[in-house]
């Protein structure tokens, strides 16, 4: 399943790298969000080095969920898509 990377997950005063916010593909409420809760992601690099994570939990009430993903994670990466398996 295709999902596109909205966001670093944030606060007011602190961004988290490695964590992102995504908006998976026919997912537009939180009872379809749970079940995407526990999967892989891929994210692929211009270079064609692959960076994985987990989804870990929704965020929010319209479908969006967080993943957690290794270092290394780009600021270009945002806007991209990524692989949910």
Do not use: C, W
Not at 33 to 51: D, S
Not at 63 to 69: E, P, Q
């Amino acid at each position: 399943m295709k999902a596109k990377i909205a966001n670093f997950r944030r606060g007011r005063h602190v961004q988290k790298t490695n964590q992102m916010v995504l908006y998976a593909d026919q997912v537009n409420n939180k009872e379809s969000a749970q079940k995407l809760v526990g999967k892989a992601v891929v994210f692929k690099t211009q270079t064609g080095r692959e960076i994985k994570g987990k989804v870990t939990n929704i965020h929010g009430n319209k479908g969006a969920v967080r993943a957690l993903f290794e270092k290394g994670m780009p600021g270009q990466a945002i806007g991209r898509d990524v692989e949910i398996q």
